[in-house]
């Protein structure tokens, strides 16, 4: 235990660590998704079409392998590129990689929530809106987005759930992420038990805390017409 | 310098046993994880849905810590963790903790349980009442009821996100390779260790990871057909 409380500066920068490649690739991973769902809604059957291979292609990869696909593989791309560019070596993080790979992940079932959501938007609101004379950016903006982060909402809390949990696996090319500060200072101290008892809690603390966001944003984004009296 | 080395498809036929004792490996942790889970998920549901007042807060704690936290530092407290305890090493338990393999079969057993039990809670919450007060009105008797009605009943309607637990556990599988097993992954990266080579192992273990997805979500798909067509929208 004493062992524990010493290591705590070095594992609160563990967790620092996995706040924030949790975050970036949820960043990342929520363009992936809009221009994903942008395409899969579009009616051109090429970008649709390449849209659906890359979910389906996702959804048939562990996480991790993808990650060290990523890492290794995208090495030795750089690599490649650096050398044709006439570019000196450049290297690939694992936190980068992480990133990648992550935000690659939960950008094709960001995908499908988007998507999901956007097809629950009545048509008629979209042709009211053109009735009023809004188009495009000013359509997209003041009609179907707000309604859409209302549908999306949910999905999307899910999908930042796992997608935390999923940053574990970053630990495993290296990165000092929280498991993997964990996983060192446990083993110096001979007492990963203990150790990893405390990555668990922090996980957990992390989920309820992202639970009760979650839940305030619900609130704040519900139906305002439930209010009218 | 090399620029653009081509794939060296070659190494991973001629280690093509290597892969496919991946396969079975992945495949046997695969689904014994899924079938002790479901041996928890069952009974564990059950209580859960029917607040039974000992068990249902205690299974509440269980599903809360497996299904808020990594699987990967699920795998690692018990393989890497409990070794800390002298008096674990010193106890018979020791012969199945000190075995990465029979740690990882533990760990995902107890993940796949504690996602199951939340689907089977779902599912036995969701059955229609009139289910059960047919089944009364038929003169069943509790033990058959459940047995007989409300179980199968559950089951049924709990097998698309079932499906999807399955998948979730094939790809959580992989994690067994972190821990020195020779899963699918496992072989990937030792052939990419013994050869220096950058992707082509992790890119099999891909494909094959893919194709067994495909299988098992057709496998579901099928399945659904069956036990759901009474669910399915009927054409007037």
């Known amino acids: 235990m004493e062992n524990l409380i010493r290591y705590v500066p070095l594992l609160l920068n563990g967790v620092l660590v996995t706040v924030a490649l949790a975050l970036i690739s949820l960043l990342f991973a929520t363009l992936f998704g809009a221009l994903g769902a942008a395409g899969r809604i579009s009616r051109r059957p090429l970008a649709s079409g390449a849209v659906l291979l890359y979910t389906t292609l996702v959804r048939g990869i562990p996480d991790l392998v993808l990650l060290l696909l990523v890492y290794f593989g995208g090495q030795r791309l750089l690599n490649n590129l650096a050398s044709f560019l006439g570019l000196g070596p450049v290297s690939l993080s694992p936190f980068w990689a992480g990133v990648v790979a992550i935000a690659f992940i939960y950008g094709a079932y960001l995908t499908e929530t ?21 188009r495009g950016f000013a359509l997209h903006w003041n009609v179907t987005i707000p309604q859409l982060i209302r549908f999306a909402l949910p999905g999307y809390a899910n999908v930042w759930q796992v997608l935390v949990k999923s940053t574990a696996v970053v630990s495993v090319i290296g990165l000092e992420d929280l498991v993997g500060i964990a996983n060192e200072a446990g083993k110096t101290a001979r007492e990963p038990f203990i150790f990893y008892m405390a990555v668990l809690a922090v996980y957990l603390f992390i989920t309820w805390i992202s639970t009760t966001l979650f839940e305030a944003m619900e609130r704040r984004y519900a139906v305002p017409l439930a209010h009218a009296r | 310098m090399r620029c653009r080395s081509p794939m060296r498809v070659d190494l991973i036929l001629a280690n093509w046993t290597l892969f496919a004792a991946g396969v079975w490996m992945t495949l046997q942790l695969t ?63 020791w012969l199945v903790l000190r075995d990465p393999w029979w740690c990882a079969l533990i760990a995902f057993s107890l993940n796949s349980g504690a996602y199951a039990t939340e689907i089977i809670r779902g599912a036995v919450e969701t059955t229609p009442k009139g289910e059960a007060e047919a089944a009364m009105a038929l003169g069943l008797s509790p033990r058959q009821r459940d047995f007989l009605v409300l179980i199968p009943s559950a089951l049924r309607r709990a097998l698309p996100q079932y499906g999807n637990e399955v998948v979730f556990m094939l790809h959580g599988s992989a994690v067994a390779s972190v821990i020195t097993l020779q899963d699918i992954l ?8 013994r050869f220096y080579l950058a992707y082509e192992g992790i890119l099999t273990a891909a494909l094959l990871y893919m194709a067994i997805t495909f299988v098992l979500v057709g496998l579901f798909r099928m399945l659904e057909r069956r036990y759901l067509r009474h669910m399915r929208p009927r054409s007037a």
């Open chain 2, 31 to 93: 689904l014994l994880a899924l079938l002790i889970g479901f041996c928890i998920a069952l009974p564990a549901g059950l209580a859960r849905a029917r607040r039974q007042r000992f068990w249902s807060p205690l299974l509440q704690g269980y599903v809360y810590l497996f299904r808020g936290t990594p699987l990967l530092v699920q795998t690692y407290l018990i393989y890497y963790g409990l070794s800390q305890f002298a008096f674990v090493r010193e106890s018979w338990a």
């Open chain 1, 114 to 134: 988007f998507r999901g959501a956007y097809q629950t938007i009545p048509h008629g609101q979209v042709e009211a809106a053109q009735a009023l004379g809004l």
């Open chain 2, 186 to 193: 496992g072989v990937g990266r030792t052939l990419n260790a």
